[in-house]
């Protein structure tokens, strides 16, 4: 079984006290921190960019998790990898070439992610499933915080994860949008292994105490998946 990997999202946290926010997260028990970049054209909303970014790698020392939910995420790789991501995620459904912009992060010795949005089907993100290190599901739609879950994507996951790709590139499985302890045990169970979860740990008033019930659901879940789907 992958180990599991709990992400926080820094877009939901308190923006006044960014580094502290941070930190809260590492000390609460996080894996990465995830970073939502949003242009305001790729979806209906802005929020920070590169900066912000290498103010966030110098508050904490958990990985961050980039998310680039921009037009053009090609044109602004270097500045994020200059800022410090440790991985970044581009859309499939951005203006870029693709495979060209996964190769890129990959040279530069960053994990490389792709993302896709609840509509989009799966086979647009097949012929580069063996470039990628990490497939991305909008469990909402992407721009804002805080929507209800979309479990009609599970089935999209629970296909990425038995996809015969995944054979020689075991690539992560991770989840976005509405994920709370119920909704990540239920991602699991179809196959993700990497959570992000905004709005449920940022407004806790103990997210110690809701990453590790997050983190167990996780891992029955992962169990369920591994005897249902893989037979063990």
């Known amino acids: 079984m992958t180990p599991p990997l709990l992400a926080p999202s820094i877009l939901a ?41 290498a103010a966030l ?31 970044i995620s581009v859309h499939v459904e951005a203006s870029h070439e693709v495979a060209a912009t996964l190769r890129r992060i990959r040279e530069a010795g960053l994990g490389a992610g792709l993302a896709l949005n609840p509509k989009t089907p799966m086979e647009k993100v097949e012929p ?28 999209k996951v629970r296909a990425f994860a038995l996809h015969p790709t995944r054979r020689n590139n075991p690539y992560r499985i991770e989840v976005d949008g509405g994920i709370d302890a119920a909704t990540a045990g239920q991602s699991a169970e179809a196959g993700a292994d990497t959570f992000v979860a905004g709005t449920s740990l940022f407004a806790s008033h103990d997210m110690t ?24």
């Open 13 to 53: 946290a308190d923006y006044s006290r960014f580094g502290e926010e941070a930190l809260r997260a590492e000390r609460a028990g996080g894996d990465w921190l995830h970073v939502d970049i949003m242009d305001g054209h790729f979806v209906p909303n802005i929020s920070f960019g590169p900066e912000v970014t």
């Open 209 to 232: 105490r809701d990453l590790a019930a997050m983190r167990r659901c996780v891992e029955e879940g992962l169990r369920r998946f591994e005897k249902t789907e893989i037979g063990v």
């Open 128 to 155: 580069f499933l063996a470039q990628a290190d990490l497939v991305l599901c909008m469990t909402v739609e992407p721009g804002f915080g805080g929507q209800a879950f979309l479990h009609e994507v599970l089935d």
């Open 57 to 87: 790698k110098r508050s904490t020392r958990l990985p961050l998790d980039v998310h680039l939910m921009i037009v053009r995420p090609d044109l602004y790789l270097d500045r994020f990898i200059k800022a410090g991501a440790s991985r």
